[in-house]
């Protein structure tokens, strides 16, 4: 992405000597604050997060959005793109009509919503960067469901085709 971008920088591992506690404890530090004791807002509504279970004293939310279920059996591992890019989720919503002509780079964030069981969820997908924001429009917040990087090309294609079916939806 270009310099201009609204994007914020990874927040990486080896910063932290690769020591996984202090890494873990400033990537928790980011989230709370940018999420949790300041949280940002989308269409008017404030983001909330989903806090049960607790877990080492952090929310279900944080473990969503920086870990892994890998073998969908309940237990999540770290994922470290997730935790690098810690700092975008609350750009994404803030910035979710980007004009894509600030960046060369960049057809700007891609947005679209889905039915899932009674509720409607909206997703902002950043494709030239391959990251995921999803969202829950509640009557008075908005839930922050999950947000992750697509390492496979099968994921991306699989989130465009759901932008591509809503967008001919709304012509």
Known sequence: MSNDCWLPS????VD???DWNKYEDAVYTIFKGDIIDNPPSFEGKNIKIRWHPIEYNKPEAFFH???QDYIKNGERVPDFRRCERIRWIRAFIENYKCDSTLCDDCEGIKVWREKVKS???VHLLLEEELYLVVLEP???YCLLITAFYLEYDHALKKKLEHYKK????QL
Do not use: A, H, P
């Open 10 to 13: 990874l927040e990486l591992y």
């Open 16 to 18: 932290y000597n690769s």
């Open 65 to 67: 959005v920086t870990c």
């Open 119 to 121: 509720n409607e969820r």
């Open 138 to 140: 509640r009557r008075e």
């Open 166 to 169: 809503y967008i001919e939806q």
